[in-house]
């Protein structure tokens, strides 16, 4: 990675972590970064590009323990099962760039996930069934 675009990378990270996604301006991650703004768009066109850096770092550090996890094991859907433990699990503990944004895939895979260890959750349209999936995920 070169200079200027770890530079980006942690001035993105770090104004998200402390403002939120809403607060944060292209212009105040270039100064941060200690570059002009035009050198701040041949990395990043527009300020969710600057979210998608921060997230793709993580992502990528996140996959590379999902995969040492999923390897040997033989059966297709337990290694995505535990690629997919890993990543959220990583994603849990360094948490999001910004708390008020959500990543619905990961909501996604504690359900698929919740199920596969509960079988008795049919679907979850009722109440009674979000709280036991949200209860289960939580307790995993």
């Known amino acids: 990675m070169d200079a200027k675009r770890a530079r980006i990378l942690v001035a993105a990270r770090d104004l998200f972590a ?30 969710a590009d600057l979210l998608l850096m921060v997230y793709n770092e993580r992502f990528r550090d996140a996959l590379v323990a999902g995969r040492s996890a999923a390897a040997g094991i033989e059966d297709p859907s337990e290694a995505l099962l535990a690629l997919a433990e890993v990543v959220i699990a990583h994603q849990r503990r360094h948490g999001r760039p910004d708390p ?41």
């Open 100 to 140: 008020n944004i959500t990543i619905s895939g990961h909501h996604c895979i504690d359900r698929f996930n919740c199920r596969r260890r509960h079988p008795e959750v049919v679907d979850d349209r009722g109440d009674a069934t979000s709280q036991h999936l949200d209860g289960a995920r939580h307790r995993a």
């Open 18 to 47: 402390e403002f939120g996604f809403a607060q944060v301006t292209t212009k105040a991650a270039s100064e941060r970064a200690d570059i002009a703004a035009g050198t701040l768009f041949r990395y990043a066109a527009t300020k």
